[in-house]
Each structure stands twice: as C-alpha cells, then as structure tokens.
C-alpha cells in the first residue's frame, strides 16, 4: 500500500491524489499511516492542502506516531514548505531546481519535490526539459530519489529535438561507472522518442 501511494503520488492527477488520501484515510493502523505521510506530502498539489490539513494534520494531533513524523520529517517540512512558497507557479520550483544552495539534506528534499512538481507540469517545454537535464548531471548518484523525479521530468517534457541531448548524456553515464545505472533508462527513452 505505500508503493500504490508513491505511484499515485508519481502520477500527479486530481483522481490519483484523491486516491491518495482514501487510501491514507481508510487505513486502520496509526504505524502503518506514518509511512503513508512522505509519499502523500510528495503527491501535494497546492489545492490539496485543505485536505491535507483535514485528513493528515489535524487529526495527528491525536495520533502520536503521524504527529511525531509530521514534527519530526525533515523531507515532509522542506516538501510543504516548498509548496508554501511556490504555491502554483511552476517557474518557481524550475528555480529551485537551477539553485545551487548549500548541498544540505532540506536542499536535496526540496529538489526532489521540484523535479515532481516539473515532472507534472503542462504542456511539455523545452526549457524544463533542459533544466531537469542540467540538474540531473550535477546530482549524485546517492541520491536515488531525486534522479528518479529529476527522470520523470526529463522524460515528461523530451521531444525528438531533444534525441541527441539524451544519447550524448548517455555516453557521459557510459563513461562514469557510479552513474552508467541510469544509461540503460536513457536509451529506453531515446528509443521511445523516436517515432516522434
């Protein structure tokens, strides 16, 4: 049940975040919830705060385990935060996304929301594909997450333009063995960008 919430989260429509939270919602194990809470907080849209605040955040105060993970989430307090901030403004989480920052664990936590959020963004743009592109190459091979997201956004706003982009990256992972993990997911999406 916490794989089918990230991959609603991942998904990013009204009826997959809806589904989010029927499945948090109906679920009878306080324990179980907390490990709902990083993945629906990653899933937000700035409209589902209310609901958030309604379903998630009110009632922790009576739960101690989702209350102590809300408190205590360092992923979950950067994610909303950034929400706060950005609210509807997709070029807002595209800077997030350029920010060089600190290289502290809050700045990965965020990025990882912007790359969603971008992931998710309409209609297709190059300027996004190119700053998730850009991100991706200056990120870590450690953080798993973040390239995951940063993958989704990449692949949500390629078009054949940007085909030589994409297989000149994947000679740049083929040459760097800590990274080569994600060549292999590059050329799955060169091959399938090719009848465009």
């Not at 989260?9 to 907390?34: C, L, N, W």
């Amino acid at each position: 049940r916490k794989r089918l919430i990230w991959s609603l989260a991942m998904m990013g429509s009204p009826a997959a975040r809806k589904a989010m939270f029927a499945i948090y919602t109906k679920e009878p194990h306080d324990q179980v919830q907390t490990h709902f809470v990083e993945s629906l907080v990653l899933g937000l849209y700035p409209e589902d705060l209310p609901d958030f605040d309604a379903k998630v955040r009110t009632p922790a105060k009576e739960k101690d385990r989702v209350g102590q993970q809300l408190a205590d989430n360092r992923r979950i307090k950067a994610q909303l935060e950034l929400i706060g901030e950005c609210k509807d403004n997709i070029d807002c989480y595209a800077q997030v996304l350029q920010d060089d920052g600190q290289g502290d664990l809050r700045e990965m936590f965020r990025k990882e929301k912007a790359a969603l959020m971008l992931g998710q963004s309409k209609p297709p743009q190059d300027k996004y594909f190119q700053i998730a592109l850009d991100t991706m190459k200056k990120t870590s091979s450690s953080a798993a997450n973040l390239r995951i997201y940063l993958f989704s956004a990449i692949a949500h706003h390629a078009t054949s333009q940007h085909l030589d982009a994409l297989l000149e990256y994947r000679r740049e992972l083929a040459r760097e063995e800590t990274r080569a993990s994600m060549g292999t997911e590059l050329e799955m999406l060169s091959v399938a960008l090719e009848p465009r």
